[in-house]
C-alpha cells in the first residue's frame, strides 16, 4: 500500500558530500514523522534524524552539524544532506516512515535500504 523509494547512496571520498531521497508512495493521508537510520557491519541500527510533520527535528550526536534533513510534505518526500563524511558513515542507510493511511494510523513503513562507502 506504501513503499518507500530510496536513492542517492554511493562511494564518496572522506570529507565529502552525499544527499539522499526518501520518496513515499502509496494511499497516503499524512507522514508524521520521517527518519533517516543506519546500520553497520555488526552493528545495531540507529537512528541518525528524524523530522516530524510539523518541523521538528532530531540527530544522533555523532552527525550534528554534519548531517541535514528536509522534508517536503506536499510530496511526501525527505532528503539528508551528509556533510564531511568519514570511514565511521560507512553502512547501509535506511528510511523510515510513520504513515496515516485510509486504512491505519500509525503504521510504519521501510524503504530498501542503500549503502554509503566512504574511502580514499
Known amino acids: 500500500q506504501v513503499q518507500l523509494v530510496v536513492s542517492g547512496g554511493g562511494f564518496v571520498q572522506p570529507g565529502g558530500s552525499l544527499r539522499l531521497s526518501c520518496v513515499a508512495r502509496?494511499?497516503?493521508?499524512?507522514?508524521?514523522?520521517m527518519s533517516w537510520l543506519r546500520q553497520a557491519p555488526g552493528q545495531e541500527r540507529e537512528v541518525i534524524a528524524t523530522?516530524?510533520?510539523?518541523?521538528?527535528?532530531y540527530y544522533l550526536d555523532s552527525v550534528k552539524g554534519r548531517f541535514t534533513i528536509s522534508r517536503d510534505n506536499a510530496q511526501n518526500t525527505a532528503g539528508l544532506q551528509m556533510n564531511e563524511l568519514g570511514p565511521y558513515d560507512k553502512a547501509v542507510y535506511f528510511c523510515?516512515?510513520?504513515?496515516?493511511?485510509?486504512?491505519?494510523?500509525?503504521?510504519?513503513?521501510w524503504g530498501q535500504g542503500t549503502q554509503v562507502t566512504v574511502s580514499s
Open positions: 502509496g494511499s497516503i493521508r499524512s507522514i508524521y514523522v
Open positions: 523510515n516512515a510513520q504513515v496515516a493511511t485510509h486504512e491505519a494510523v500509525g503504521e510504519e513503513y
Open positions: 523530522m516530524t510533520n510539523g518541523g521538528r527535528k
